[in-house]
């Protein structure tokens, strides 16, 4: 038998202590990887949940007296969306599944510009430094897979000394961050989604993190922040942290946003393997002895830097921008011969993607690959965004998106 059990005191006529039997496998799978995330305790992470739960305007159903009728809802919302940093749009393919327009897009390196506009149709504007925020049109909600980059508080502490004012500008004024906070500071969309790696939270000794947020809430903006392992989505290790913002002049109360429930059943390394790849891939004598002995030199040392077989009946390790180099992060094995490297359509397939024409040198597929966002992750972040949305359209007391609620005579 399997429970959770919750005891607190608030002296409540209601009991305290609350035992739930039969926890089905997949909801005690969420709550162990959602507390190890958080790092909390099993009972502080479910007390959480509840009193997330508890501020939602809607009444829950009980079981008892008249049913609540059920409130229709499309399945998407016609929304639009801006795509910055945008690589070979990751983003955007999530975004256009949930019924998103894209309606300006940014990427500087021309071969993601190539392979973006083979695939979408339009090529990206170049380097975000150089496009004046207020030219880009308006827009529902602001993606962008920012690089990670240290902030200087050198500026700041000299402001601070002086007396003088100091603010999200000073901060991060020189990196790209500012060009996205810049952008939000000045078309103000109601929702951003940022993705970035997970070693942004404790970059910098957590100063680049504390930057980006204190910015972000400086723009009066509700923050929400969680590390996602993309492996539930597609069968490799691949942690990264996504953040959620919603616009304080829209949502005048905090939203009860909550990120997506991991799917119970994980892919296989084996799903997105070719059956007959090309014999180009396999690693030379050279290079796969190379990289044994490598591997030997570090285990000697009692660290574990070395090439990494995948098991087709699991994940691989996380795909890198430097895959191209010698592949030995992910290596499939082949009787009675050298390991093989990926071919590029399974890092398409690995990664995530619909399957799409590769219009660039495999180095340059190794290299977008490694640096995307997982379309299928951002999709399932995107639809708890759409769910808010709805959320906020219907919460009316009539529960229509238009119509105002008739005033009682007075």
């Keep these: ?22 926890v089905p496998p997949e909801v005690q799978q969420w709550i162990a990887h959602e507390r190890k995330q958080q790092q909390m305790t ?5 007390l959480s949940v509840l009193h997330r739960a508890s ?23 016609p929304f639009k969306f801006i795509d910055l940093f945008a690589g070979i749009g990751g983003f955007r393919a999530a975004l256009n599944k949930i ?61 601070k000394s002086l007396g003088q004012a100091h603010g999200f500008k000073c901060t991060t004024q020189g990196t790209l961050f500012f060009n996205v906070a810049s952008i939000m500071e000045v078309k103000r969309p109601p929702v951003v989604l940022l993705e970035n790696v997970k070693n942004l939270q404790s970059h910098d000794k957590g100063r680049t993190w504390k930057t980006i947020k204190e910015t972000l809430q400086e723009l009066r903006y509700w923050v929400f922040d969680h590390v996602i392992d993309a492996a539930y989505w597609v069968p490799q290790h691949r942690e990264r942290v996504y953040i959620v913002c919603f616009d304080k002049e ?9 990120f997506p429930a991991l799917p119970p059943n994980r892919p296989k390394l084996k799903d997105i393997l070719e059956k007959k790849p090309d014999p180009k891939y396999t690693l030379t004598d050279h290079l796969w002895k190379y990289l044994q002995k490598y591997a030997e030199h570090h285990k000697a040392k009692g660290n574990g830097f070395g090439f990494g077989i995948g098991d087709p009946n699991g994940i691989t390790r996380t795909l890198s921008a430097r895959y191209y180099k010698d592949g030995s992060e992910i290596l499939i094995a082949q009787p009675g011969k050298n390991p093989r490297r990926l071919t590029p359509l399974e890092c398409q397939r690995l990664m995530g993607f619909d399957e799409k024409p590769i219009v660039v040198s495999d180095t340059q597929a190794y290299r977008q690959f490694g640096n995307a966002v997982v379309p299928r992750v951002a999709e399932a972040v995107g639809r708890q965004v759409l769910a808010i949305l709805k959320w906020h359209l219907t919460r009316g007391e009539n529960g229509c998106l238009l119509k105002a609620p008739k005033r009682k005579a007075q």
Excluded at 2 to 17: E, F, N, P, T, Y
Excluded at 42 to 46: M, R
Excluded at 120 to 125: H, L, N, S
């Design 1 to 22: 038998m399997h429970s959770v059990q919750l005891i607190a005191g608030c002296g409540c006529a209601v009991s305290d202590r609350l035992l739930v039997r039969n």
């Design 42 to 46: 099993q009972q502080e992470f479910v």
């Design 55 to 77: 501020k939602i305007e809607v009444a829950p159903f009980l079981p008892f007296g008249e049913p609540q009728k059920e409130v229709a809802a499309p399945d998407s919302l």
């Design 99 to 159: 019924g998103g327009t894209c309606v300006f897009s940014s990427e500087w390196d021309r071969y993601s510009q190539k392979t973006y506009k083979a695939w979408y149709g339009d090529t990206p504007e170049g380097d975000i430094r150089n496009i004046a925020p207020g030219t880009i049109p308006d827009h529902d909600v602001l993606a962008a897979g920012f690089p990670c980059q240290p902030f200087s508080i050198a500026g700041v502490s000299k402001k």
């Design 250 to 258: 829209v949502f005048e109360n905090e939203p009860p946003f909550t």
